[in-house]
């Protein structure tokens, strides 16, 4: 078809270009959508995504987080996980932030009294001693003061032994000495806990009523406890002795509650409860101790008379005029006051107020 | 210096607990204390495995840092071992262990733990080799013989590897070649830390 005419040769060419040119606008649009079919698709398969998961990847990833599966071993201490996190977390908690701060509230505790005792010294009672006394303390009181007490101290010394012994007492006594000595602390600790426990829960429920807060506490708070110029009113139990008594309660109760989770094991508590329960025992614990320090110093050294009232009962009667005014006027009111057995035969020594045998 | 570890093969265990009764058997580990154990995830499941695992003998081991009379020591082959005559059944180790490892004989009222008991690599306690007394507390000590743990001698399908690190991970990574699968070495990161 070499002779064909030059108007039908254009008219081939002009339709060459124009499908030239369509082709082209379709691979350019082609091009930019094909690679958007690539969404439509996700869209599309995301439905089946959820199924076709790795199970390999899912599996490992829930055995990291301390997922458990089945054993057949059976024991006390058999666990069903592979991993479980908890225990790094407690290591680093225990031996870094537990270990390094916890010791600084038993030793600011103790700057704090010295530097007090150095600056204010001992709190003297102003008016002079006349002899006369009455009871604050009965004696099951005091039997439940110093049975705590001093279950309290035994506690105290040997749980502060098995948090610091291997970096304060091993040095001291080598391994083998102190294992001796931790094994012992751990039995005492064990079986003392429990026991004051009780005393503490008595405690709690016997002096709970002498212990609610009111204004005159608030007034005793401003006042700083009688410190400064002015005097401070109390009833049976003063402010201080309020707060001392709510913090047994709830922060000293955490510390019995934790501590019984961590001495009987055999209650269903796994890991995690026991890491935390420990936690909570040493820090809540050792405030406790340092706390601790602030009461045995007001009741010795720092305040004339106190300990006289829980070691043997009885309480100067000016002693009480001043730091529980309020008790000492409710008693008189209601004719209550009740004279050691030396003052109360030969017959009446005070202003009349009392009987004998009157209680 | 070999770096003695354990590696179990999940492709290959088929809970049978071979590991477990050799374990038991050959250190005479008292009833209640389990130094090994398999433990099968997604039993009976699609995509079930089973993985034995005991004490890893961890480079930093948890345990040893936590312990309050200090009674671990790692011996030169990396094995985590502790003196039963020092501990005092205190279960801390136990709290931090993240394998489950530390096991206790309960001895006397209360449910107070006993002695801690776990996994020794078969390689005994700070006692002489291989003597009555070591034999008593920490059982067997096939390390000084020459030998190796005897879980992994006794694995039916030698899913359970026990060696030297290095020769464990060998035999592992030919075995993940050859059946084009891939990886895992359960646990390790865990117990020997990042890098492994
Ligand atoms: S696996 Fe547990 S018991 Fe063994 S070394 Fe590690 S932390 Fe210690
Ligand atoms: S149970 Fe024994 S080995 Fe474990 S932390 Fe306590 S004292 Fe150490």
Redesign the interface.
Known sequence: MTTASPHTNGRAQNAHRRAMIWSLVLILAGAMIAPLSGYVYVAYAQDEAAWETN??AE??R??REG???????????????????G??N??NL??GPVAGIVPWFMAISLLLIGGFHAIHGRNRIDQPLSGKKLLRWRPWERVLHWFTAITFIILAITGLS??F??AVL?PLMG??G??VW??FS??LH?FIGPVFTAGVLVMIIAWVRYNIPDKVDLDWFRKAGGMGKQHASAGRMNGGEKAWFWFIAIAGGAVCITGLVL????FGQD?GA??LA?LIHAVVGIAWVALAFGHIYIGTAGTEGAFEGMATGYVSEEWAAEHHDLWLEELRKENRIERPPSQTSPGPITGGATRPGSS | MARMKFLCDVERCIEC?AC?TACKNENEVP????RR???????GE??E?S?S?ACMHCTDA?CA???????FYTTTDGLVLH?K????????C???????A???P?ESA????GKMDKCTFCAGGPEDDNTDAEYEKYGANRIAEGKLPACAEMCSTKALLAGDGELVADIYLKRVMQRSG?P?T??WQ?AYGAGV
């Open positions: 199970p390999r599996t490992w829930d055995v997922e458990g599966g089945y054993t057949s071993a059976s024991g006390p201490y058999v666990t069903n996980n592979l991993i479980q996190n225990g790094e407690w290591r225990r031996n098995l948090l012994g291997r091993i391994h083998a102190f294992a931790a094994d751990k039995l064990n001495d009987f094991p055999g890991r026991m890491q420990n | 607990n477990v009833w209640g204390v389990n154990r398999v433990i099968t995830l997604d039993d699609p995509g495995k993985v695992v948890p840092a936590v312990c309050p009379v200090d009674c003196d005559d020092l501990c005092i059944g205190c279960g801390y136990f709290y931090a262990c993240p394998f489950g530390p096991q206790f309960e209360f449910s107070q733990r891939r895992d359960w646990g865990k």
